[in-house]
């Protein structure tokens, strides 16, 4: 297929991390000055990791936090800036950076190891639109405690975690009907070797989009194949509940909407049995 051109992902230049590394664990650290203070929980490829043991967990280059208000600049300011503190007090360079979707927290160390922490931005307007499915998963969410320590941090349930990345994969198979190929037709346990497997295909083709930063296809597959791995993973070592992930489920219209492509991608997931209940 001819590449597509776009701008790069900038994510793809920083390093990936599982939460295993120190640098995450300090990171993980900060936040819990947020408990008890601001409405937050961790979703995304780190809320995955969260709920995984060491051999599962997929690197990811970010950390990203939903926060359950409207959320200014200023506003952002304020509540950052405990962490802030916190971070210099350990040596991290600090700095803040506004994007179109988030408030981004970057931090550094003196051998230029960073990472990102990416906070939802919304003003009033877009948080009421999502204000109660917000409010839902942050009533949900778990606690989790950064492993080595005694600190801790709000996590997004697993079945929060997996509708959205179902709802991404059923665009992505829209856009790439190609991607078909890559759904499996029977659902087999995941053993110790295919997980590494999986693993090391996620990595050689994030090193392919790197080499090849304005191929969106590309991009998108390592996407594609990420969700997948996560939803899958997650089911399986951790499970769901059939009552809430139904509810979620029903509230995406795309699901519906595009029946036979959201049936592909959910029979590679999840067991007949398990699908039935939806």
Not at 95 to 107: E, G
Not at 171 to 180: K, T, W
Not at 211 to 234: C, G, P, W
Request: proline share 4%; net charge positive; charged share 30%.
């Amino acid at each position: 297929m001819k590449s597509k051109k776009s701008n790069p992902p900038s994510k793809l230049r920083y390093t990936f991390r599982t939460l295993d590394d120190p640098l995450l664990k300090n990171a993980l650290s900060g936040v819990s000055l947020l408990n008890g203070k601001e409405p937050y929980f961790l979703v995304g490829g780190i809320a995955t990791q969260s709920y995984l043991p060491s051999v599962c967990r997929r690197p990811t280059a970010d950390v990203d936090f939903s926060v359950v208000r409207p959320l200014n600049y200023q506003d952002f300011k304020s509540m950052a800036f405990p962490m802030i503190e916190y971070f210099k007090d350990l040596g991290y360079s600090v700095d803040i950076k506004k994007k179109s979707r988030s408030f981004n927290l970057n931090i550094s160390d003196s051998k230029g190891e960073a990472i990102t922490m990416e906070f939802s931005r919304r003003n009033e307007n877009s948080f009421n639109r999502s204000k109660n499915r917000l409010e839902k998963e942050l009533e949900n969410s778990n606690v989790k405690i950064v492993e080595g320590g005694n600190k801790s941090y709000h996590v997004t349930r697993v079945e929060d975690i997996i509708v959205p990345k179902l709802v991404r994969s059923v665009g992505s198979l829209i856009r790439n009907p190609s991607f078909s190929r890559y759904l499996s037709t029977k659902i087999k346990p995941l053993s110790d070797s295919k997980i590494k497997a999986n693993l090391n295909k996620i990595s050689e083709l994030r090193e392919e989009v790197i080499t090849n930063m304005s191929n969106i296809y590309l991009a998108e597959k390592l996407r594609f194949f990420s969700d997948l791995y996560d939803s899958r993973v997650l089911f399986e070592i951790v499970g769901a509940n059939k009552k809430y992930f139904s509810e979620g489920f029903n509230s995406w219209k795309v699901f519906s909407k595009n029946f036979e492509k959201s049936k592909q991608i959910m029979n590679s997931i999840f067991p007949e049995d398990f699908l039935k209940s939806l």
